[in-house]
Every structure is written in C-alpha cells, then in structure tokens.
C-alpha cells in the first residue's frame, strides 16, 4: 500500500471527531488465534474426535444442550485464549481511545483482547470465553473455571445446574442490549473503521449498514462486499495499517 493512501487514512482520522471501530477475526489472527474461515482457520482444523460434527454444530446450542459432553471437550481445546496477548491493532485502538480520537470498539470477538490492551468502551456482540454463569441460577464464574474442568461437564458448585460460556452460540440471539449500543455507537459515528472481517457473518455484519457518517474505511485482507461504499480500502494486515496510524 502506497504512502498517499496512508496519508489519506490518517486525514480522516484527524478531521473526524466520532470514531468507532468494528472488527472480526482478522483482528486476533495476529495474537496467534486462528479465524474461522480461513483455509488455517478454525473451521478447517481437523480433529478425529470431532469430524463427526460440523463446526457450526460444535459451537450451537443444540449441541450444548444435545451433545454436552462433545461441545465442553471442544470449546476446552479451541477456544482457550488464556495467556494470548493483543497486538498492534488492539494497543492501537486503546491508544486512540485514550487520546479522545475514539468512541469504541464494536468486536465480533470473544477473546477480550481489546480490554486487555486497554480498550474501555468494548461492545462484544458475541460475548466473551471471559466469562461464564450457571445456565440454571444465572450464578457468575470467572473464565478458568470451564477450562480447568478437564474432565466431565463443569456443574455450579451452588445449584448443581450447567456452567455455560457467556457467549452467543449458533442457534441464539445476539444480546439486545449490546445490539443496540452497537447501533447506537454507529449511529453517532462520523467515521467507521472496520477491520479483520469479511462482513459475511450475520446479523453481525449488517451493523454496517447502520453507518450514516463520512469516512467507511476498511481493512481486510480478503474482499467485502462494502468496497463500493467505503472512502478508502486496505487489503493488508490489520496490525500493520493501523501501524501507520497516527495519533
């Protein structure tokens, strides 16, 4: 990608006084957490244990409701991102936030390496593997507590019901509240990032098409179907355009 274009990010950047972020994947891919649809990505590991299912399945509600035993034993060895630190992009958005440059982070992912990195305003549309509460009493426990049962189903220590991941399984709603500030956030938005998805993923995706402001800039290494829309374009990692972003 050229300097002009560059420049241009971060003229819009610098003239806009509402930002808001949207991000997928792509934003932790970098941070060592495979997407999901990329020929590397999660959805094309295989695993003898689990080839039976489709991945979409694995991760549904029917499946922890049906097949508890298969969906604990593979959200255990798929989705513990414990120990996984932000990149670029993530220190990058926190620093804009920091600087009045950035209203917040509207995030596909449910790793919580925005907080991590220093992001306050974060809206996680698909909830987050931080935090779990038993299905049955609605008690809340901490992210090590699904991953550290190792064997069998985590039960509540209070009630005996399931502990479930606080996340939005195929087959559920996306939580309303969330859902709204989201809208809201793009509503207010003069200027709309969106990075490291493919805009493919719904309801997610149509979050876009709350957008009303000035400058859609997108960065993604694969192409959406929002290019027309958008002011400026990057087909690059995230990590290294928001690395010339200037604050």
């Known amino acids: 990608m050229n300097e002009e274009a560059y420049k241009q990010l971060n003229e819009m950047i610098r003239t806009s006084h509402h930002i808001v972020f949207f991000g997928g994947a792509g934003v932790s891919t970098e941070s060592g957490i495979p997407d999901f649809r990329s020929k590397d990505g999660l959805y094309n590991q295989h695993d003898v244990a689990f080839d039976a299912y489709s991945p979409e399945y694995l991760l549904s509600h029917d499946c922890l409701v049906h097949h508890p035993d298969v969906f604990y034993e593979f959200y255990r060895q798929k989705l513990d991102a414990r120990g996984i630190k932000p990149n670029r992009a993530h220190y990058?958005?926190?620093e804009m936030e920091q600087?009045?440059?950035?209203?917040?982070?509207i995030t596909q992912n449910i790793d919580g390496l925005h907080q991590l990195a220093g992001s306050k305003n974060v809206l996680e549309v698909h909830g987050s593997t931080l935090r779990n509460y038993c299905d049955a009493c609605g008690t809340s426990y901490p992210a090590d507590f699904i991953f550290n049962t190792?064997?069998?189903?985590?039960t509540c220590p209070k009630c005996g019901g399931l502990v479930r991941p606080d996340v939005v399984l195929y087959g559920e709603a996306l939580p309303s509240q969330t859902w709204s500030d989201a809208i809201d956030l793009i509503h207010q938005a003069d200027c709309l990032i969106v990075g490291g998805t493919s805009l493919t993923v719904y309801p997610a995706a149509n979050l876009v098409d709350y957008f009303r402001g000035r400058y859609l800039i997108l960065v993604?290494?694969?192409?959406?179907?929002?290019?027309r829309r958008a002011s400026l374009v990057f087909h690059d990692s995230i990590g290294e355009v928001f690395s010339h972003i200037e604050v």
């Open 99 to 105: 600087k009045g440059k950035l209203d917040g982070v």
């Open 92 to 94: 990058k958005l926190a």
């Open 220 to 227: 993604n290494k694969g192409e959406t179907g929002y290019e």
């Open 150 to 154: 190792k064997k069998g189903l985590p």
